[in-house]
């Protein structure tokens, strides 16, 4: 199956470990949730369609981006108007 994965694949076909939504998420359902698959590989979803496309990124890629947050790199998103 894992060979079979790819980036806009519908989220409900992937074999996900449960889908989890970060705590401060936004009350109104919209919120990304990521789930982790049995290759290691972690998934990412819109929550407000749950078999919409997911977009797969390697453990590699996510630790990046998370340190990245972590040290402040994307703060810049949090000052930008919503829409």
């Excluded at 789930?35 to 998934?43: F, P, Q, T, Y």
Aim: hydrophobic letters at 40%; proline letters at 7%.
């Amino acid at each position: 199956m894992a060979s079979q994965i790819h980036n806009g694949m519908s989220a409900s076909a992937l074999p996900a470990d449960g889908w989890r939504k970060s705590r401060h998420s936004n009350p109104d359902g919209s919120c990304m949730e990521v789930a982790v698959l049995e290759s290691g590989a972690v998934a990412v979803r819109n929550s407000r369609f749950p078999d919409g496309p997911a977009l797969v990124y390697t453990p590699a890629e996510v630790r990046a981006f998370l340190l990245g947050v972590k040290d402040g790199e994307f703060d810049y998103l949090l000052d930008r108007p919503a829409r």
